[in-house]
């Protein structure tokens, strides 16, 4: 046990964090068996060059999808909802949800677990979009999941019924706004009591600038394979770090808080 979990564990007991905000990113969701994007060798950006891209994150790029949509489906063949379950990590923040400390989550994930394991629409931001609608990217008619989801299992590009451009899911592509929702994030960060944020690098700019913009009164703490970010390099005092295996120091988190009977299976 480290220090960090004892710690958030004896603020989360003493009835400290009422509006706890957590920010999560791809490693939440590779305990489920999904890749994250920027971990060496089995990160998704290291395993994409058979598309001969000019660099891995146009995977995401919106001015390259319009030129070459292919390597996203791939992609997203490989990613879409249907074939991954939520974990533990995913359970522990429905828990706070059951339990009322929970603010608001806001995830870059795009791959729907969240919403899986329970955790309700108005607790959740999904930062980056997600595949559960789409829309065409010349028209803008809307389309389901449903809708799109032969297409993409058979390598087809889908296209518009009603003027035959390509239909993308509504997940934000580099250069792209985030959805409006994301403006919460204005008024709940200086809200909140403790920050907690998992399973992710940090890199993606606006999403990364949201550690930073709660009080500095408030513990944050970082539970990541390895340190990252405002952690590194801008940390503060009262900042806790937790660097090892998400699902094993959810457990220990769970355990600290004397909430081990009540089930994390979803
Ligand atoms: P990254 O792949 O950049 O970072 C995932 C982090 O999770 C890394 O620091 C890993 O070390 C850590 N990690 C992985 N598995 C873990 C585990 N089992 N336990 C603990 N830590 C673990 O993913 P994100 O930060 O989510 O954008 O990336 C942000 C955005 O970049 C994504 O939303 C995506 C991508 O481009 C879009 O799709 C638009
Ligand atoms: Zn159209």
Known sequence: MTRALIKVADIIKQGLAKKIV?????????????????????????????????????????????????PFFQVAKKLYPGNYAPNSAHSFIKLLQDKNMLLRMYTQNIDGL????????????????SFSTAACIACDKKYTADDI????????????????????????????????????????LPMADLLIVMGTSLEVYPF????????????RILINKKIAGTFKYSPRPNDLVHEGDIVEAIEQLTELCGWKETSLDC
């Open 22 to 70: 957590v920010l999560a990113g791809a490693g939440i969701s590779t305990p489920s068996g999904l890749p994250d994007f920027r971990s060496p060798n089995s990160g998704l950006y290291d395993n994409l060059e058979q598309y001969s891209l000019p660099y891995a994150e146009a995977v995401f790029d919106i001015e390259y999808f319009v030129r070459n949509p292919v």
């Open 149 to 188: 989801k032969a297409d993409i299992f058979s390598d087809r590009i889908p296209k518009c019924t009603k003027c035959q451009n390509i239909i993308k899911p509504k997940i934000v592509f580099f250069g792209e706004m985030l959805p409006k929702r994301f403006m919460m994030h204005l008024q709940d």
């Open 208 to 219: 990364s600038s949201l550690a930073d913009a709660v009080s500095a009164r408030i513990p």
């Open 114 to 129: 969240e919403r899986l394991a329970g955790i309700k629409e108005d607790k959740l931001i999904e930062a980056h979009g």
